[in-house]
């Protein structure tokens, strides 16, 4: 089965790179050429570029993450948005504009105007898979506005999260087709997986990995930066060519896990969510109504409305008044964190605004300002200090995490908030993010200000719409068409209608949009005319049963919060619609349907440009490799051997490291002594110490891991063992992650430990000194360490 599976992703991968050959012919040379330069005639055609329309707009698309309607202040939430406030003062806030309920896939709408399925976006870049809809990587059919603005006279920019890249094409020498600068961007700062630390991120500048330029011991953040790089990129630009318009897509790590924020922040809001979820739905969703966000009569949703044979537990919302006072004190914190995050960000984003004012550009700069999702139910019922455990199938303990509670939202913690969380903000609607059946996970804010374009001042607009939507709205502002072919290869048309028409409409005008599929983990919905059909079936639950599901029938136009089942009234309604969405998903690419849980998916072997094999080896000083074509040690046991030339009695630093504080392990020595810390998921750092002193001279030093069984959630258990050249220098007890250390960033890296440090024993980036490493090798193979020890050994003394 499993050779089937990459037989069919290499057949889909060669699909996709085949269809992209199509060339466009060089054009025929027109001057005259003769023997001497001056006899000749030159062509300059090849020089000229494409200029904009005279007085064209600038565009300026903010992208957050996991946030839902009922969470920001322009939509009646408690968190503070004083530049979105703004902004939105200064236009149109739209009340209905949905996405596809997860990263990866709403960003490919936004950046194509084609559905996520047709972009094969159907998942997070990690979850790819063989089959067309899913294989998480721009097709050639599907041209990148940024593309079509750039050959049409837009300088293009993008700053921030990506996640538009499969995870094996991360590395240095990895396929780069995918990657911001060949999808049609001028530059590229930010980072391209789903998520990072903010105080020590994955940073990516164009095509190359880099270093962050300063650490948070001097005030860094990546909000900061990211704004801080967007004002040099747009002054960079108008310096050089001042008459040509710029097209910027903003994305912060905002508010994805990690919630991580400035103390000061932090404490603004401290006690503001003590009165908890379920308080906080009751009382947001008058003053949303209030604000002309929802009608009169909109009715509060259940907090666990999936029936007991589809609901998945870890998106169970447990009773405020159920918990215990020190649940309440810890939950209510971590959405002060949450809180302190996106309004720190928002001032970030300000920054960049003032920009534009003081430098004359704010009136003709067309500004949407959106999120990706809805708020992320990944934190589990309650909470977690440490995401990752999520992807690691482990589970919180509130004793380790109340133990935290005061470095909330600093660079110790990795934290997500609770489950009533992410439902109290995607007040009134069910769920939140991933399900794609319910305006929990789909509905999202969207304000939209051009003060030169648009008449209107501080309006809201009731119009249905959908991420697909932008690009056609863009492109009818600035007057220019996606064409039908593309480099040669004919174009899928857009999936989306332009929402240009209601910058001169009334809030209630009839919505030109007809038709939206959904389709996310498992969940699906089909949206019609103001009818929404939904299929009752929880994602990453691994039920299957497709055929099964019990569907639902709502009138959203009449009732947004989908709270009223009219599927037993009106049968033919909901037959009709089912049908729709059958011919929506056949046409998209959105089957098969898949479920499967999150560490089914992530652990899925993927076929790589490298073969599998069971020893790596590793150079030092080389950029970070990436967990995803990195040495695979999770479930196994393994070894890691390397040769070094201790030259300083006084030797120490980093000889590998993989991962971070919040999971991963180290070998270094400190203080004279060889150490191997394994950091299990930021629970505990286990550790073991040689018994004697590193000694000058050349050494094959190493650890060796013995599976011995799968503990209580699947992780390993076994026995460490610590070595300086043959000898073994201590022992003792270990358990092992089964997932991932990260779900991207922190990569493999040999001689230092590149962003936050796997121990608390030495600082990052821990360099190696006062020897060589000449190289080091992880093997998982069933050879024994004698044998590794011996080969590397003999290599030593080559040297």
């Not at 490919?108 to 809809?133: W, Y």
């Not at 076994?718 to 992650?737: F, H, W």
Request: hydrophobic share 35%.
């Amino acid at each position: 089965m499993k050779t089937k599976i990459k037989s069919l992703f290499l057949a889909v991968i060669a699909l996709v790179a085949f269809s992209g050959n199509g060339q466009e012919k060089t054009p025929a040379f027109k001057g005259v050429v003769k023997q001497d330069v001056r006899e000749s005639t030159a062509d300059w055609t090849p020089f000229v570029r494409k200029k904009a329309p005279e007085g064209a707009p600038n565009i300026l698309f903010i992208l957050y993450d996991d946030t839902g309607l009922a969470a920001w202040s322009p939509y009646g939430g408690r968190i503070n948005m004083p530049t979105m406030d703004k902004l939105a003062a200064d236009g149109l806030t739209y009340t209905q504009w949905h996405t596809v309920a997860l990263c990866s896939p709403t960003r490919s709408c936004i950046n194509t105007g084609r559905n996520h399925n047709l972009n094969g976006m159907g998942s997070i870049t990690e979850g790819a898979n063989g089959f067309p809809g899913y294989s998480c990587q721009l097709p050639p059919q599907a041209a990148t506005m940024a593309q079509i603005l750039n050959d049409n006279g837009w300088s293009t920019f993008w700053l921030g999260k990506d996640h538009n890249v499969p995870e094996t094409d991360l590395s240095a020498g990895a396929n780069k087709s995918q990657w911001p600068l060949q999808q049609g961007y001028d530059r590229f700062y930010g980072f391209i997986g789903g998520e990072t630390n903010q105080f020590y991120p994955d940073l990516t500048e164009d095509n190359h990995a880099i270093e962050q330029p300063y650490g948070p011991e001097k005030g860094y953040h990546l909000s900061k930066d990211l704004a801080d790089q967007a004002i040099k990129m747009i002054s960079d630009q108008k310096s050089a060519n001042p008459s040509k318009p710029w097209f910027m897509w903003f994305c912060p790590g905002a508010n994805h896990a990690p919630h991580q924020a400035p103390a000061d922040y932090i404490a603004k809001y401290k006690g503001k969510f003590d009165d908890g979820y379920d308080a906080y739905r009751k009382w947001v969703l008058p003053r949303m109504i209030e604000k002309g966000i929802l009608p009169k009569d909109t009715k509060l949703t259940n907090f666990n409305p999936m029936p007991a044979d589809q609901a998945a537990p870890g998106d169970f919302v447990r009773p405020w008044d159920k918990l215990t006072p020190d649940e309440k004190k810890l939950f209510s914190r971590l959405c002060e964190v949450y809180a302190a995050f996106s309004e720190y960000t928002d001032v970030q984003i300000g920054r960049i605004i003032d920009h534009l004012k003081a430098t004359g550009q704010y009136e003709n700069t067309i500004i949407m300002y959106a999120s990706d999702n809805g708020a992320s139910g990944e934190g589990s019922p309650s909470g977690s200090v440490n995401e990752n455990k999520f992807f690691n199938g482990y589970p919180d303990d509130l004793v380790e995490n109340m133990k935290l509670i005061d470095e909330l939202g600093g660079p110790n913690t990795y934290e997500h908030y609770p489950t009533g969380w992410a439902a109290a903000l995607s007040t009134p609607f069910k769920m939140f993010k991933r399900y794609s059946n319910y305006a929990g996970g789909t509905e999202c804010p969207l304000t939209i200000t051009w003060p030169k374009g648009i008449k209107a001042r501080g309006e809201v607009r009731n119009q249905y719409h959908h991420a697909v939507d932008i690009v056609p709205t863009i492109l009818e502002i600035v007057g220019v068409e996606m064409p039908k072919v593309y480099k040669g290869v004919e174009q899928y048309p857009l999936s989306g209608v332009s929402m240009k028409y209601t910058f001169d409409a009334t809030p209630d005008t009839p919505t030109q949009k007809h038709i939206q599929y959904y389709t996310m983990l498992g969940t699906r919905a089909i949206w019609q005319d103001g009818w929404k059909a939904v299929a009752v079936h929880a994602p990453l639950t691994d039920k299957g049963k497709f055929d099964q599901d019990k569907w639902e029938l709502y009138h959203v136009d009449v009732d947004r919060s989908e709270s009223v089942d009219l599927a037993k009234k009106n049968p033919d309604k909901l037959e009709a619609l089912k049908k729709v969405y059958d011919e929506e998903a056949k046409k998209n690419n959105a089957y098969p349907l898949d479920d499967r849980t999150a560490t089914q998916i992530l652990t899925v072997e993927r076929p790589k440009e490298e073969a599998e094999k069971d020893s790596y080896t590793y150079y030092p000083h080389t950029s970070s490799v990436p967990e995803a074509v990195a040495v695979n040690v999770r479930g196994k046991s393994y070894k890691i051997i390397a040769n070094v030339e201790i030259k300083d009695a006084n030797a120490s630093g980093v000889i590998f490291a993989h991962g971070s504080r919040f999971g991963g392990h180290s070998l270094f020595i400190k203080d004279h002594k060889l150490y191997y810390v394994y950091n299990f998921l930021g629970i505990t750092q286990q550790q073991l110490v040689s018994s004697e002193s590193v000694k000058v001279g050349k050494l094959t030093v190493g650890m060796e891991f013995i599976k011995e069984k799968a503990g209580e959630h699947n992780e390993s258990i076994g026995t460490a063992k610590l070595y300086v050249n043959e000898k073994e220098v201590a022992s003792g007890s270990m358990k092992a992650q089964v997932g991932k250390f990260t779900l991207v960033g922190d990569g493999l890296c040999v001689g230092y430990d590149s962003g936050d440090p796997v121990s608390k024993l030495y600082s990052s980036p821990g360099e190696f000194e006062g020897g060589e490493i000449a190289f080091v090798t992880v093997s998982t193979g069933k050879e024994k360490y004698s044998d590794l020890e011996m080969e590397a050994a003999r290599a030593l003394k080559k040297e």
